[in-house]
């Protein structure tokens, strides 16, 4: 559901022009803003492809995940292109995908180390008491 919230939230932010001086000073100006938006629905996307399929292999979701926030991408810049004041950009899109694929591969290294701190955590809970080393209480 979140995923599916923020992808409205950037149609609507695309159906209206956006004259915003505050983004001239963000780095890379618009590349920048479609990088990190689109990595924001990579994160989302992955985080539900995960969630939904979960005994998939962990690299196939988050693949579809940062596909289908492109994918999205591609429909926002074909919608763009008929809002006056806003233009479609093949930059944009390259952007959009870069950062797709950065905020799937985000919640994919999340997943890793979660899972990796779970299994340490089993083992501990598996190591009985009389394997770990005796300490010495001083008196």
Not at 22 to 30: K, L, M, V, W
Not at 57 to 65: D, E, I, N, V
Not at 99 to 128: K, M, N, Q, V, Y
Request: overall charge negative.
């Amino acid at each position: 559901m979140p995923a599916f919230l923020y992808m409205g939230l950037i149609f609507a932010l695309s159906s209206f022009a956006i004259d915003a001086p505050s983004i001239r000073a963000f780095p890379f100006q618009d590349k920048g803003v479609h990088f990190v938006e689109y990595a924001a629905l990579g994160f989302l996307c992955a985080h539900a492809t995960l969630n939904t399929w979960p005994q998939r292999h962990p690299f196939r979701t988050l693949a579809l995940g940062a596909f289908l926030a492109t994918a999205w991408g591609l429909s926002d810049e074909f919608h763009q292109a008929f809002v006056p004041g806003r233009s479609a950009d093949h930059l944009d899109l390259l952007a959009d995908a870069i950062g797709a694929t950065t905020g799937a591969s985000a919640r994919g290294l999340l997943r890793w180390f979660a899972a990796r701190r779970a299994r340490a955590a089993e083992i501990a809970e598996e190591t009985p008491s009389s394997a770990l080393p005796e300490t010495k209480e001083m008196t």
